[in-house]
C-alpha cells in the first residue's frame, strides 16, 4: 500500500466550484505539505502544516485554504476555482527536522492529483 | 534570497552513457540540505540523492551520484550508465533556512536516453 495517497488523481471542474483535494498519509509523520507544479516552474509551496493546530502558508497560498484533520490527512481546497489553478497537485510528508538543517530529512510524495478548471 | 537553478531544460544522452544535470543554489546560510528529485511521464516524485552542506564526501546512491562543489554553490548529479528507464524530469531542490523543512525547487531538467 501507498505511504501517501490523493484523492482524486484527476479532476476536471468549472470556473466557480468549490473543490477540495485529498491527502492520507500512514508513515506517522507529523509535517505534511502541498505543493502545485506548473511546466517550466517546478514546484511551489502553497501550504505547510506541523501539527493539526500548526497551519502555515507557503509562498502561493491566495486561493487555496488547508484543513488538517488528523495527523494523517491533510486537505487543499479551493473556494472557487480558476483556470490558472489547473495544476498539478501534490501533497508530501517529513518526520519533524531534527538538528541541523544540513541533516537528511527526505519529504515523501504523493502520486498528484491533475486538477483541470475549464 | 534563496534560489535552485536548473540552466538545461532538457537534455539527450545515449544509452549506457553518464550524463551531468546541472544544478546551482544560492544561499547565505551556512547549513543547509540538497536534494534530486525524479519525475517519470506517470508524474510521481522519486527521491533519488541527499547531500548535507557539511557533509565531506559526495553522496552517492548507486548509480547515482552528487558532484558537489560548495565553493561554486554547484549541486550537480551525475547518472552512470544511463537506462532508457532514467528518461525523465529530474528536480533540484533545498532545504530552506530554518526547521521547516520546507523545500524550493528548481525548474527541472527533462532527460531523453536514445538507444
Known amino acids: 500500500d501507498a505511504d501517501v495517497t490523493q484523492t482524486p488523481r484527476n479532476r476536471i471542474t468549472k470556473t466557480g466550484k468549490r473543490i477540495m483535494l485529498e491527502c492520507s498519509q500512514t508513515?506517522?509523520?507529523?509535517?505534511m505539505y502541498w505543493y502545485r507544479q506548473d511546466p517550466g516552474l517546478g514546484l511551489r509551496l502553497i501550504y505547510y502544516?506541523?501539527?493539526?493546530?500548526?497551519?502555515n502558508k507557503g509562498e502561493i497560498s491566495d486561493g487555496y485554504s488547508v484543513s488538517r484533520q488528523a495527523q494523517a490527512k491533510f486537505s487543499l481546497s479551493l473556494e472557487s476555482a480558476i483556470p490558472n489553478q489547473t495544476a498539478l497537485y501534490f501533497c508530501?510528508?517529513?518526520?519533524?527536522?531534527?538538528?541541523?538543517?544540513?541533516?537528511?530529512?527526505?519529504?515523501?510524495f504523493g502520486p498528484g492529483t491533475r486538477l483541470t478548471v475549464l | 534570497a534563496q534560489k535552485i537553478t536548473q540552466t538545461q531544460p532538457g537534455m539527450f544522452v545515449q544509452e549506457k552513457e553518464a550524463v551531468t544535470l546541472d544544478c546551482t543554489y544560492d544561499?547565505?546560510?551556512?547549513?543547509?540540505?540538497l536534494f534530486w528529485y525524479k519525475q517519470p511521464s506517470s508524474g510521481e516524485m522519486i527521491f533519488l540523492i541527499y547531500?548535507?552542506?557539511?557533509?565531506?564526501q559526495n553522496a552517492t546512491e548507486g548509480r547515482y551520484s552528487l558532484n558537489f562543489q560548495k565553493a561554486r554553490k554547484s549541486a550537480n548529479l551525475v547518472i552512470s550508465a544511463s537506462q532508457l528507464g532514467d528518461s525523465a524530469m529530474y528536480f533540484c531542490?533545498?532545504?530552506?533556512?530554518?526547521?521547516?523543512?520546507?523545500?524550493?525547487f528548481g525548474t527541472g531538467t527533462l532527460l531523453a536516453v536514445q538507444p
Open positions: 508530501a510528508t517529513s518526520d519533524s527536522t531534527t538538528g541541523q538543517v544540513s541533516s537528511y530529512n527526505e519529504q515523501f
Open positions: 508513515k506517522g509523520h507529523d509535517r
Open positions: 502544516s506541523f501539527d493539526v493546530k500548526d497551519i
Open positions: 544561499t547565505s546560510d551556512q547549513s543547509y540540505g
Open positions: 547531500q548535507g552542506s557539511y557533509d565531506e
Open positions: 531542490a533545498m532545504r530552506n533556512r530554518g526547521a521547516t523543512n520546507k523545500l524550493i
